[in-house]
């Protein structure tokens, strides 16, 4: 490849002035790179560059950007009314809609009116690079150029390889990604590429939580938000994006992975996206939503603690030593024997597995026994889980001590792996799939995970954090409890958990 993106001249052209090809044309601009841009529209290709000046003068107003810096963006953009303009182009990027046969047409037009050198890259966020890239006489010249909506705030941008791109190629987009003051990251194509990816186990997994009744939409997003630290709860995101974005989203990439378990969608959101319960666009959907805010639902009055005696299980060692020192902390009284008294209440801390079958293995009492996450959330929001048998009292006694000293607790049903250490163990689950199919590298896996989906660590990283024998356990107590391939762990996971190497460890 002759193309040289480092160059201070560096020309490049947009085809497409919507919301994706008006950010990328932005952020070029603002970096310094000069731009044609193209829209069959007319209108919309005006009211693009009107739009841009706008926002980089809203950037001026912030003190975020020069008088000057200003003008000089804009006078880098170029409005051209066919095709023909990008003649002289070094790389021109398509935004257009998300259709396969559109986007074939549009490249096999591209190719006709730019050199023979001209590197052509797709922003398309779901579609095969490869595919799009059969449409042209030279394959090896296309790659992915994903940007994320909104592009200006959104810092990543994916680099895709399709199987035939010339490696060149991605290495120019790379370093155009920076030029625009971009995070790239660089990867092979694949079903949904990387980030998408990993979002489903977030969204998707937690559907299947709620089907099957083990919470409300609240309090699954309440713990994952507030005890795990996500940004949003898997719920309010998906209404803010919208159950028409992410079911079809989610159901193109199980199907183009020829139904892989990991990626299976839930009937749940199937029926509410046909039944137009699609989120704030519709003013309803896991919530409902009032001049575009959601209502909130008043908060439940947390019972006291009745001043019960504690016995918390010693099964799992370090799960005993955490949670007595929060029982102790929020002033409960400690049971030390080596079976629980005939009336206190029962914690058990099991990883990857069901409080009903610790309790059946420990031979407690299940009517006074309750489980507590103690891997994830003891310090901000704590899981208790209760099973079929449990009974009132105790449930209410265990809620009202573990929420003593102030930190918050939400009771929900029994399952495998709580909520958190399940949510989070698929997602690492699925990072280290995407690392042993080469489709990434792990610091490449994580960095584009935080960036793209503002979590507040990368799959690998919540790995190192939980610990890969605990994620280990977390999914094959899973597997064991459900039967369903869904759960099965990566092979790249098991390896290094079962050897105590890092999850980003390579092989040579």
């Known amino acids: 490849m002759a193309i040289d993106a480092s160059k201070e001249d560096l020309l490049i052209g947009v085809c497409g002035a919507g919301a994706m090809g008006r950010g990328i044309v932005q952020v070029a601009a603002a970096g310094g790179v000069s731009v044609r841009v193209f829209d069959i529209n007319k209108e919309q290709l005006q009211d693009a560059v009107n739009f841009i000046d706008s926002m980089l003068g809203r950037a001026v107003e912030k003190g975020r950007m020069e008088v000057d810096d200003h003008k000089a963006a804009v006078n880098r953009i170029e409005m051209i009314d066919s095709m023909a303009g990008f003649r002289e182009c070094d790389i021109v990027i398509e935004a257009a809609t998300e259709n396969l046969d559109i986007k074939k047409k549009i490249f096999e037009e591209i190719e006709k009116n730019v050199g023979n050198e001209t590197i052509i890259a797709t922003n398309t966020s779901s579609l095969s690079v490869t595919t799009i890239a059969s449409a042209c006489e030279k394959p090896e010249r296309i790659a992915g150029f994903h940007f994320f909506n909104p592009v200006p705030l959104m810092r990543l941008v994916e680099v895709i390889d399709g199987v035939l791109t010339d490696p060149e190629v991605g290495d120019q987009l790379m370093i155009l990604g920076s030029r625009m003051t971009r995070e790239p990251v660089r990867l092979k194509d694949a079903p949904g590429f990387l980030v998408n990816q990993v979002g489903r186990g977030y969204n998707v997994e937690t559907q299947h939580l709620q089907a099957e009744c083990v919470g409300e939409f609240a309090d699954l997003d309440r713990i994952l ?69 959601k209502v909130e639902e008043a908060a439940k009055p947390v019972p006291k603690y009745d001043g019960r005696s504690v016995w918390i299980s010693k099964a799992e060692p370090d799960g005993h030593a955490a949670v007595s020192e929060i029982v102790e902390k929020c002033g409960g009284q400690i049971d030390n024997g080596d079976t629980p008294s005939l009336t206190s209440l029962i914690l058990v801390t099991p990883v990857g597995q069901e409080v009903t079958q610790a309790a059946v293995e420990q031979g407690l009492d299940a009517t006074r026994t309750l489980g507590v996450d103690y891997l994830i959330g003891l310090g901000t929001h704590r899981t208790l889980v209760t099973n079929p048998a449990t009974k009132l009292e105790y449930r209410d006694s265990a809620h009202g001590l573990l929420t003593a000293d102030g930190i918050g607790a939400t009771v929900v049903r029994d399952c495998p792996a709580f909520v958190c250490q399940r949510v989070l163990a698929t997602i690492c689950n699925i990072g280290c799939q995407i690392a042993q199919l080469g489709t990434a590298e792990p610091d490449d896996i994580d960095k584009a995970v935080v960036l793209g989906l503002n979590y507040p660590s990368g799959p690998l990283t919540f790995g190192e954090t939980l610990g890969s024998k605990n994620v280990l356990r977390i999914l094959e107590g899973l597997y064991a409890s459900y039967g369903d391939s869904r759960y099965r762990p990566s092979p790249w996971l098991r390896r290094r958990a079962l050897l105590g190497l890092s999850l980003f460890e390579t092989e040579i």
Do not use: C, N, W
């Not at 159901?251 to 959101?269: A, G, H, K, N």
């Open 225 to 293: 938000r507030d005890g795990a630290g996500f940004r949003m709860g898997p719920f309010e995101l998906m209404d803010l994006t919208g159950l028409d974005v992410t079911h079809p989203a989610s159901e193109l990439i199980y199907r183009q992975f020829f139904d892989e378990p990991r990626y299976r969608p839930s009937t749940v959101m199937q029926s509410r996206m046909e039944a137009g319960i699609l989120g704030r666009k519709t003013g309803r959907g896991y919530y409902r939503y009032e001049d575009g805010k």
